[in-house]
């Protein structure tokens, strides 16, 4: 029997390498440019700092979707008028660019192999969450994912950890949450009496239960290693 019955990952920094899906988009940016007969290295510029304009925009902790920011920015490239394909060339791009975080692939398939129950707690799209596991060739190893789409809320707000909670029939208590940001993953999951691991510098506080630089540990703190 395992120590915890049940673990949370968020995706972006620790699933996903995050810089892959800046990989991504700038493919993105210059397939468009190469159509368009634009300068790729301004336009991705224009197009980021369009995209962060729409996530600034939001009231916190409300979500603002990212893909209304991706509309926003790929419109602004082309006076309004993107092309129709654009929403499946980015999809594309991200997918082929998407790469895992040392070790994550492997331990979410290892515990999959237990009675360990699995979910995503993420502030990101639903759609965009199905997208990055999938090309990872994890999303089924996950009993439940909670995006800040469906909850309407981001990180530390309790609501997107109660989703995942609520939907396992989960004992906090006998619950993990990893995370790479401590204001948000770990402030949040301890907050409701959620056991927590830091995944690298940036999640590390007071409030840490377990401080790790490699995701092949956490089979031995949930309790199945060997």
Do not use: C
Not at 66 to 94: H, I, M, Q, S
Not at 185 to 213: C, N, Q, S
């Amino acid at each position: 029997m395992s120590s915890y019955r049940t673990v949370f990952w968020d995706i972006g920094g620790v699933i996903v390498e995050l810089n892959s899906i800046r990989e991504g988009y700038a493919a993105f940016i210059e397939d468009l440019a190469a159509d368009a007969d634009l300068d790729s290295s301004p336009a991705l510029d224009r197009w980021t700092s369009a995209l962060g304009e729409h996530f600034k925009g939001r009231e916190k902790p409300r979500y603002r979707l990212a893909r209304d920011g991706y509309a926003k920015a790929t419109a602004e490239l082309f006076d309004n008028d993107p092309p129709a394909d654009w929403g499946a060339r980015l999809e594309a791009a991200v997918s082929a660019a998407v790469r895992p975080k040392l070790g994550a692939p492997e331990t979410i398939r290892r515990l999959s192999g237990t009675d360990v129950d699995q979910s995503i707690v993420s502030d990101i799209d639903t759609p965009e969450a199905h997208l990055l596991l999938g090309a990872l060739d994890v999303r089924d190893r996950f009993d439940h994912i909670t995006t800040s789409e469906a909850v309407g809320y981001t990180k530390p707000d309790e609501r997107m950890f109660r989703d995942a909670l609520d939907a396992l029939s989960a004992d906090p208590d006998e619950t993990l949450m990893i995370g790479d940001r401590y204001g948000h993953d770990i402030v949040g999951a301890a907050a409701l009496g959620i056991d927590t691991v830091g995944y690298g510098p940036d999640a590390t506080g007071p409030k840490t239960t377990y401080e790790i630089d490699d995701l092949r540990e956490v089979p031995g703190i949930v309790g199945i290693d060997g």
